[in-house]
């Protein structure tokens, strides 16, 4: 195999890289927050804890307005009701200039992994696409696919599973 | 990176003895595997002796291994030790035939561990076929001691392919992901086994999410799909090195890799814009071919044995069904008309059949059925079952099933499995913590 074309990875840490990941956005955000500001100066201490704190506030917000959608089995189309959410949404987005997203794509249990993640990437995708047409600047949001490998709800029933048939809208 | 484990390779010297003579064996004793079950040939195996003559630990340990293989594949009955009589010596001393015929013995081995020097050790074995009253198969093996598993298994093979004229799986690895931690924060691992599950070890330290392991023809190489700084791509990790290599640069998900039969491409799926497609990533020269362009999802695509063709998934047809296309993407064609929906194709060793994933009413199996599509047959089911592959001779698969939830589910366990390709003798596949999406590696290179 010729190496020359392929990026090796280097020794980096992977600082919250799980945080941010889940949805427990909030405390994962001003955690990595406070450990990069330890270092800075106080002016900069300050800003940047202001910064983490107006964050914090923005993602409680978006939680507030209804930070995900959800889809019937196997499919990746936006009901009625995602779409009267996701105008919110979009009204927040249009408010925060200075905020990046992040689309979330998830799916229920009752598939195989590998369709899966092609599935919860159509419905992050349908999300942002959505967005985009309210007037969503494209390059503000990010879509990423976890498949069945973060569900919201545990459980093995119906009510869990029509759970975590979802797309969540997270601050970058 | 932060891991990460350079697996050791022992340099292994393997020589054919001279046999008394060539001769096949007893015709009657040749076990017919592909009919269902079979009656297991009864066959003793004797404690490889040591330098005094006496049974040495090594070589204890050899025979308790070759034995589990041969035992565990199904083909075999192990004649328990406490019947020998007179157990020989030295591998090269003619035993006593008469000895062991009224056992009902068809099969006796017998080897030999000297040591060379402080590391190496020389492991020799002969095969002799007890109603002919001759040897069939002799090998001496030089190694280091550490690598006396390997030999074990390099010696299973032996007898297994003697016996039963097909090739062996022993001396292989199963590459899978190893999972930890809570059903909503889950921790996965790659990790690496033999294939009767000794010698564990972890590839990656559980910092980053790793799906879908799969080897290349060689088994140096994994190739996989991590969540490397959370960005979900295919990664490609060489067991010499310890490294692992980001493959490509593409602006969307990349997943659901495969190395081709030569391990000059990587067949996977791009998912961008809501579309996913197939793609193959040629790795001397980074060349990129879309080979499917469709709205559906196309995913998990699989070489056949020769490179000609690739099977995959999709949902084109309005549900997930099998697909076959020319290696270039050309001639699609669905295989697949059974009720239910079909996922996870994988193409066997010899080519012979495909192995998938079906579900059908809440149900999950494996099942397996010929590349036209005729055949199908179920070999396996359960809550959730997904996932197979195959060993290198085509006899067994390996999947991973997720138990019935209790507690509502908030309490489940998944584990890995193999069961022979007829449907029989399922058996779970011990590993430290839970497992899913294993991978059965060819059979190593000496």
């Keep these: 195999m010729n190496k020359k074309f392929v990026a090796i990875i280097g020794a980096i840490s992977l600082l919250s890289a799980c945080e941010t990941a889940s949805q427990k956005v909030v405390t994962g955000t001003s955690a990595s927050g406070s450990a990069s500001s330890a270092s800075a100066s106080s002016s900069v201490d300050k800003k940047k804890s202001l910064f983490a704190a107006a964050k914090q506030t923005a993602a409680d917000k978006l939680i507030a307005i209804g930070d995900r959608v959800l889809f019937d089995y196997d499919s990746a189309t936006l009901d009625s009701s995602a779409k009267i959410l996701l105008d919110a949404q979009s009204r927040f987005l249009r408010a925060n200039t200075d905020l990046n997203f992040i689309i979330e794509g998830h799916c229920d249990e009752r598939g195989t992994r590998e369709y899966n993640l092609a599935l919860g990437e159509q419905r992050a995708t349908a999300v942002r696409d959505y967005l985009v047409i309210q007037g969503i600047d494209p390059d503000r949001i990010k879509v990423i696919s976890y498949g069945k490998e973060k569900p919201a709800v545990v459980g093995s029933n119906t009510m869990a599973w029509s759970k975590n048939r979802r797309a969540v809208t997270i601050i970058d | ?446």
């Design chain 2, 1 to 446: 990176m932060n891991i990460i484990l350079k697996l050791p390779v022992f340099k292994m010297i393997i020589l054919m003895i001279s046999l008394l003579s060539t001769q096949a064996f007893s015709e009657d004793l040749r076990i017919k595997i592909n009919s269902g079950q079979v009656e297991p040939l009864p066959i003793a195996i004797a404690n490889f002796t040591g330098e005094e003559g006496g049974s040495s630990k090594i070589g204890m340990q050899i025979s308790t291994v070759v034995s589990n293989n041969l035992v565990g594949s199904g083909q075999f009955k192990a004649i328990e030790s406490a019947a020998f009589i007179a157990p020989p010596t030295n591998p090269s001393v003619r035993p006593n035939f008469t000895d062991w015929t009224p056992l009902g013995i068809k099969a006796l081995i017998t080897g030999s561990v000297k040591n060379i020097n402080d590391q190496q050790i020389e492991v020799e074995f002969r095969l002799w076929d007890v109603i002919a009253e001759t040897d069939l198969i002799g090998l001496r093996l030089s190694v280091n001691s550490e690598a006396w598993r390997r030999v074990a298994h390099i010696i299973s093979d032996e007898i297994f392919e003697r016996l039963s004229g097909d090739s062996g799986y022993f001396d292989t690895r199963i590459v899978y992901v190893a999972e930890s931690g809570p059903q909503n924060n889950r921790i996965k691992r790659l990790a690496i086994m033999d294939q009767d599950g000794e010698n564990h070890q972890f590839l990656t330290d559980g910092s980053f999410l790793v799906l879908t392991p799969r080897f290349s023809p060689t088994s140096q190489e994994i190739t996989y799909l991590a969540y490397f700084k959370n960005e979900p791509r295919v990664y490609i990790f060489n067991l010499e090195t310890g490294q692992q290599e980001l493959l490509g640069s593409f602006p969307g998900m990349t997943f659901a890799p495969r190395f081709s039969p030569s391990g000059e491409k990587i067949v996977m799926s791009l998912a961008e814009k809501g579309v996913t497609d197939i793609y193959t990533m040629d790795l001397n020269n980074q060349e990129v071919k879309r080979l499917t362009n469709s709205p559906s999802i196309d995913t998990s695509p699989s070489f056949s044995p020769d490179g000609k063709k690739i099977i995959f998934n999709s949902d084109r047809g309005g549900t997930q069904q099998l697909y076959i296309m020319d290696s270039n993407g050309r001639n699609v064609k669905r295989i697949s008309f059974g009720k239910g929906r079909y996922a996870t194709p994988v193409w066997a060793p010899k080519g012979e059949l495909i192995a998938f994933t079906k579900i059908l009413k809440n149900k999950f199996y494996i099942g397996v059925m010929s590349p036209d599509g005729s055949g199908e047959r179920l070999l396996a089911q359960g809550y959730l079952v997904e996932g197979p592959t195959w060993a290198p001779n085509g006899r067994v698969l390996m999947y991973f099933k997720q138990e019935a939830p209790i507690d509502d589910g908030k309490s489940t366990t998944v584990n890995l499995f193999k069961i022979d390709v007829t449907g029989f003798r399922e058996t779970r596949i011990v590993t430290p913590s839970d497992g899913s999406d294993p991978a059965w590696s060819p059979l190593l290179p000496n």
